[in-house]
Nanobody, 124 residues
Framework: QVQLVESGGGSVQAGGSLRLSCVVHGALHVDTNSDYYMGWFRQAPGKARTAVAQITANGTTTYADFVKGRFTLSRDNAKNTLLLQMNNLQPEDTANYYC??????????????WGQGTQVTVSS
């Protein structure tokens, strides 16, 4: 069974930085021809969960417009770890951040695996 364990959240002032880490425990059992997705989502109180950044099996990264130029997503395959470097954080970035994996891509709800979330709080 796959388990995602996040860490790295915390409280910072506006303009500060944090690095989120997501370790993938267990084997995804992905087909070698599958295009699995790994990524980060966030959810602020009273708002829907929204995608922040994702990376596919071939290394293609995609960012939400509101984090472009500030956040960097990377993957360490040797350590089964997904990293999100967040710079120039702003109060509107305050949310619970979730790591997620879809072994076959596309973020299909029934097969997407979620971490427990890590809180990021940015004060002005």
């Amino acid at each position: 069974q796959v388990q995602l364990v996040e860490s790295g959240g915390g409280s910072v002032q506006a303009g500060g930085s944090l690095r989120l880490s997501c370790v993938v425990h267990g084997a995804l059992h992905v087909d070698t021809n599958s295009d699995y997705y790994m990524g980060w989502f966030r959810q602020a109180p009273g708002k829907a969960r929204t995608a922040v950044a994702q990376i596919t099996a071939n290394g293609t990264t995609t960012y939400a417009d509101f984090v472009k130029g500030r956040f960097t997503l990377s993957r360490d395959n040797a350590k089964n770890t997904l990293l999100l470097q967040m710079n120039n954080l702003q109060p509107e970035d305050t949310a619970n951040y979730y790591c997620a994996v879809d072994p076959l891509g596309g973020w299909v709800p029934w097969r997407t695996i979620w971490g427990q979330g890590t809180q990021v709080t940015v004060s002005s």
